[in-house]
């Protein structure tokens, strides 16, 4: 067998650093400053060249004529050396001579000095070329100092530009500075800064979609966020005042059981003098009785600013219970059913706070006794059908099964994309409350292995639609918590049996 070949080493590859947008603008700012010095550079370098060359031919030219001249010199001086003793000798012979013998001798020595008089002028001239030369130098030198300066001009310019305003670059700035450049460099750089402006706006285009697609996920975020925002803050309502105590007192069977309630007005009195008329009585009919259970629940919001009266408020309807201490079946569903007519009324959050108002007087109920302990689970049972819609079943004698059959026929999907999140929000308050309750659960052994689970399981699925609707908000949110924790946690084999109310 041939051994196996070796496994090639991956690399590892980095993760792509995201760059932001100052940053690829400066990286293109110094890109920019970068090819601009080379092509100055170059041209420099092209520049310099032939002047190299020239200042080699320049002092070739002048080391020649140095040399001539010195060797002319060397020659006058060997003349010189060689006519001195004849010219002595010529002088004297000269005193001697006639006038037109030293003409002849002035004309040759004038075309003797005639040389001379050549190679001092080219002397002359070679010292003006060599000054010329030196102002042309001083001059290419201060013209290059200056291209640099407006070079190093011109970076400073970009450089603050990139610093004011990463975001954008100052495109005046960038006409002035940029032709400058190109026309102290070289003329050729033309081509270079248009493919630059090409980029530049290539990359202005990115930038704009870039920022198209962050303004739309910004209105998504903007639409999330509003939906998800508190509800504006209603003026709180103020429950039941005296007109409506007067008003429901007038057209009920009640009204002569108590002739001050319209006569007072403290608080505190209005509810000790009911609390003490109920205890006086000893027999009620049956629409009397009605009549006080609504007296007592409508008491429970009567001034429900003032806190100091709560516990008259408990002891009033605490009051009114003890009248319904034997009644049959009959009874007990008349006046559930009743209580429901009267108090689930209206439509949307109108309908869910008269609910809730109505909730925390049957929880009380709930406690007290059998009898008010089956009016609160009719009650409940009367505003789950009112509301979803549905008959009650009437085959189910247990009011756990009877809820649960009527919560599986209900299409919470509907409910919660149409906008009736109040109307949902009731109906799990009421499932919640009868599934919550002592009294009901005892009567289930396997309550973990059976009902419960199936509790759980289904009211998972309405959490998830809930949850994932398309008309999700603040209130929605709070439906699912509600649902999280009353519900499904009350329904979960780990929770204990007892009263979650």
Partial sequence: MAPAAPKKAIPKTSPKTRKTRAQIKANENNNIIRNVDENASKTKTALEMPKQQRKKSAEIRDDETTTKIVRKLRKRRKNETAECPAESESENGDE???????????????????PNKVDDEAAKENVRTRRGKETTKHDEQEKGQKSKRNLENAKETLKMSDESDSNKIDQKMADKTVPKINNLSCNNNNNYYNKNNNNYMHIEEEDGEFNNSWKNKGQLLEAVCAALEEPPELEPEVGCTQDDLGQFLQTSTIKEMFPFALQLKNTTEIFQRL??????????????????????????????????????RHELLDAVAELSVELQPKDIEYLGISLCDRFVIGTGMKRKDKVIDMHSSIVLLINN??????????????????????????????????????????????????GHEADLFVLVRSFSLIMNTKQNRVRHSNWNQELGSEIHTFFMKVLRTVRFSRNYNFFAMMIERYIAFCVVRGATPRANPTIVI
């Avoid at 001579?97 to 005639?114: Q, T």
């Avoid at 006086?280 to 009266?309: F, K, N, P």
Wanted: with cysteine.
């Fill in 96 to 114: 001697n001579k006639g006038p037109k013998e030293r003409k002849k001798k002035a004309c040759k020595s004038e075309e003797n000095s005639e």
């Fill in 369 to 418: 006794s059998d009898v008010n302990c089956q009016i609160a689970m009719t009650t409940l049972l009367a505003t789950f059908a009112k509301v979803s819609g549905l008959n009650l079943p009437e085959k189910e004698t247990d009011v756990i099964k009877k809820s649960f059959e009527m919560a599986k026929l209900v299409d919470w999907m509907q409910l919660g994309e149409s």
């Fill in 275 to 312: 609390i003490s008329a109920i205890y006086e009585l000893e027999a009620v009919q049956l629409d009397q009785l009605l009549d006080l259970y609504h007296l007592a629940i409508m008491m429970q919001t009567y001034q429900q600013w003032e806190t100091c009266h709560m516990n008259h």
